[in-house]
């Protein structure tokens, strides 16, 4: 079974390395309009056709907008899967946001049902209430109960992810598996709207910026070259390079040494997408790791 979760944005996958994690928490942010909604609905509306659950936890529009936008973007559809259950939304909690963590996860427990897909629009309201660090610590084990529950999506408005006066974003980026960017930079044609993958852990993913486009019946979609997918495809041609380093190491290591040296390479060629020769940083990992063998 994969360890991976597709999204439903075309194009999304090929520079994330394949989707999301399972059980992991991706957050999505960006101004106002530049499409963290319609990300978070995509990535239910793929789940949905192939017969998952999803939850889909509203913070600021009520049933009625989240189906009114749906229909903007032609999926009116949707609504079926609400009305049999497979789409549950819930908007309703306490007005003390203070306890609005605890409300969610209580509220996402009691509605789920198996492998399930998770949308959290937006969590700016808690991250507002977030006055001091003790209670922004309360964010962690909020991302640890979210990544027992299923896999995530969090949008946040920018200026919770931007720098406050003592240095820190509001949301602390650290706790998060993915997180993406969308802009609407204003320049019209192929950048007035953008992408970015500024991190996403234990994956292989795309760096820059990419032109997204917001289709109706689509949804988003990523403009990805040839030439930027080539960078992230694994470079077979040094495999003859990556065998004989492995020879070396059989030769000059023993125990756990070796063995842990065997599994580092493996995990560089594996992930090996450069189109450099690995040659000469294979050895300088053997010259290193002898010093501390001696």
């Known amino acids: 079974m994969s360890n991976r979760v597709p999204t439903g944005i075309y194009g999304f996958d090929e520079i994330s390395g394949n989707g999301f994690r399972k059980n992991s928490v991706n957050i999505v942010f960006g101004g ?8 978070g609905l995509q990535y239910c509306l793929y789940g949905l056709n192939r017969g998952e659950k999803v939850i889909y936890v509203s913070l600021e529009m009520d049933l009625k907008q989240i189906l009114r936008d749906c229909r903007g973007l032609g999926w009116g559809h949707i609504e079926n899967y609400i009305e049999n259950g497979d789409m549950q939304v819930i908007h309703e909690f306490e007005d003390d946001v203070l306890y609005l963590s605890r409300d969610i ?5 009691e509605a789920k049902k198996g492998e399930t897909r998770i949308v959290i629009d937006p969590l700016t309201p808690l991250a507002f209430a977030m006055k001091n660090k003790n209670e922004r610590k309360a964010m962690s084990r909020f991302f640890q109960e979210l990544r027992k529950l299923g896999t995530t999506i969090i949008t946040y408005e920018k200026q919770m992810i931007e720098k406050g006066e003592q240095g820190e974003s509001v949301v602390p980026l650290y706790l998060a598996d993915s997180v993406i960017e969308l802009e609407n930079l204003g320049y019209g044609e192929l950048f007035d709207r953008t992408l970015r993958i500024i991190k996403h852990r234990g994956s292989k993913h795309g760096e820059g910026i990419y032109p997204i486009s917001i289709m109706k019946g689509l949804g988003i979609v990523v403009e990805v070259s040839e030439e ?11 495999q003859d390079t990556f065998n ?8 000059q290591f023993k125990g756990d040494v070796r063995d842990s040296l065997l599994r ?11 189109k450099e020769d690995p040659e000469q940083l294979l050895q300088l990992v053997i010259e290193t790791e002898k010093k501390q063998v001696v």
């Open 244 to 251: 004989e380093y492995k020879q070396k190491i059989e030769k």
């Open 32 to 39: 106002t309009g530049v499409g963290k909604t319609t990300f």
């Open 228 to 238: 930027k997918l080539e960078t992230l495809k694994t470079k077979d041609q040094y």
């Open 264 to 274: 580092r390479i493996d995990a560089i060629q594996s992930h090996w997408t450069k």
């Open 105 to 109: 996860i209580k509220s996402i427990k």
